[in-house]
């Protein structure tokens, strides 16, 4: 008999988070990216549970029906790890697979390099493993792409966050459609480089029809959870980006470190993010980490015990939701290359 997915609050590292949870066994942490929340991994959950596995989601912090700390500074990687490594300790685990979406990679790759004594394994979809001061920062993508780019966009206090709040529904459905493999204003991922004067959901499509992935209902959980925190829905997501210079001050004495834990990367062809090209033309972050491995892979120089790359053709930014079967699919062939035969 299935076990059911149950809702309920924790308090971790001095924040409450929400989690979702179902299931029983050794421990799976889904960690949802921007702007999404626990239900990102709703195909996920049933098929790891049924599995043998105990799989977690929350609200990561900031996020949906979680805390939103006041302080921008309270949002730093070292922060949203802490968050993690308290979890799975609240949790009455000692260990945990971590696999984390957009955003959420980062923090799965980070916890995996800096705790591998609490994360056994690690798998990112969209973002790959980048080294610690890896993350470029504002100052340079402002000088690269412009006032426009979206990362440098959303340093602005309170802009971002209003035209998110304005109509959280539209501008959910308008993100999640436009930067989907499924975007209708054109069959090749664009860059996010908003042009002056509009903002970012000024250059999605609007009122799109949406793909079979995703319903109004969909969009009705996302938007009931974020207007939760009225004006400030999106402001504690937005926090996020606006630490990445200082992420990148404070994981300097990490410089070097590698990810020594089992790992897996999975990554859509027509992902808006991993298809950034430099201003110079040269190759995509995408292009950059796909392959087959070997020495002179970047995914295997930072994670030696990369299992798979996983690319999926067709496939946006919105990896486990646009393509639920081939996501649980790799990541059920990760666990059972970490674990053997599903521990049932």
């Known amino acids: 008999m299935e076990s059911p997915l149950t809702h309920r609050f924790i308090d971790v590292n001095g924040v409450r988070l929400h989690i979702a949870e179902q299931g029983q066994g050794p421990l799976v942490l889904l960690l949802h990216g921007w702007p999404e929340s626990w239900y990102s991994w709703r195909h996920q959950f049933g098929a790891l549970a049924a599995a043998g596995y105990r799989v977690v989601a929350p609200d990561q912090r900031g996020y949906a029906r979680s805390e939103q700390p006041p302080d921008v500074a309270s949002y730093t990687l070292l922060h949203l790890v802490g968050d993690v490594i308290a979890l799975i300790e609240e949790l009455g685990e000692e260990q945990a697979v971590v696999v984390g979406h957009d955003w959420g990679a980062p923090v799965a790759w980070t916890a995996a390099m800096l705790r591998p004594d609490k994360v ?8 790959p493993p980048i080294l610690p001061g890896g993350l470029v920062p504002p100052s340079i993508t402002r000088a690269q792409y412009g006032e426009g780019f979206y990362q440098v966009y959303f340093q602005q206090p309170g802009v971002a966050d209003a035209e998110f709040a304005k109509d959280i529904p539209d501008a959910l459905r308008r993100l999640l459609v436009g930067a989907s493999g499924d975007n209708p204003l054109g069959s090749e991922p664009r860059p996010l480089v908003i042009p002056e004067g509009l903002g970012l959901l000024d250059t999605m499509p609007e009122s799109p029809a949406l793909p079979d992935w995703l319903t109004e209902e969909d969009i009705q959980v996302y938007a009931e959870d974020f207007a939760l925190h009225g004006e400030r829905a999106f402001t504690g997501a937005f926090n996020w980006y606006r630490n990445i210079e200082r992420n990148n001050e404070l994981l300097a004495p990490f410089r070097g470190r590698g990810i020594d834990v089992p790992a ?5 062809d027509r992902d808006m993010v991993t298809s950034l090209r430099g201003p110079d033309g040269g190759p995509s972050l995408g292009e950059m980490f796909r392959g087959e491995g070997g020495s002179d892979n970047p995914l295997t ?39 053997g035969p599903a521990p049932r």
């Open 120 to 127: 056994r394994a690690v798998a990112g979809l969209s973002i």
């Open 264 to 268: 897996l990367y999975v990554v859509g």
């Open 301 to 339: 120089a930072i994670a030696p015990q990369l299992h798979d790359l996983v690319v999926l053709p067709g496939c946006g930014h919105w990896t486990q939701q646009e393509r639920p079967a081939e996501v649980n699919a790799a990541l059920l062939d990760f666990l059972a290359h970490i674990d």
